[in-house]
Nanobody
Framework: QVQLVESGGGLVQAGGSLRLSCAAS????????MGWFRQAPGKEREFVAA????????YSADSVKGRFTISRDNAKNTVYLQMDSLKPEDTAVYYC????????????????????WGRGTQVTVSS
């Protein structure tokens, strides 16, 4: 029903920037909140950021707050994650996900609130 495809990952030096994109197709894109999660080797998947369907509300994990910015362009069916001041600890596979609801809540931090996932894109930050 929903397909999410991430792009924009790569290898960058610490302090550099990347912008990830997530192109969505399927059910009405603008009716659902979207999120980014990441998983580093040997670590559990963790929340990164989320954005409401309108784009007016965003959540960010403390670890990326002030450095990462999530946004969306519903006309393009695309969600973005602008990553600045990258650190080696940001190295992970980054996943785009679509939430079950349009609005954000405390549950938006949980991966269990998201019902569709992309396959991920690798981000590697060298020191």
């Amino acid at each position: 029903q929903v397909q999410l495809v991430e792009s924009g990952g790569g290898l960058v030096q610490a302090g550099g920037s990347l912008r990830l994109s997530c192109a969505a197709s399927g059910r009405t894109f603008s009716n659902y909140a979207m999120g980014w999660f990441r998983q580093a080797p040997g670590k559990e998947r963790e929340f990164v950021a989320a954005v409401s369907w309108t784009g007016d509300t965003t959540y960010s994990a403390d670890s990326v707050k002030g450095r990462f910015t999530i946004s969306r362009d519903n006309a393009k069916n695309t969600v973005y994650l602008q990553m600045d001041s990258l650190k080696p600890e940001d190295t992970a596979v980054y996943y785009c996900a679509q939430q079950r609801r349009a609005s954000l809540s405390g549950s938006s931090y949980s991966e269990y609130e998201y019902d569709y996932w992309g396959r991920g894109t690798q981000v590697t930050v060298s020191s």
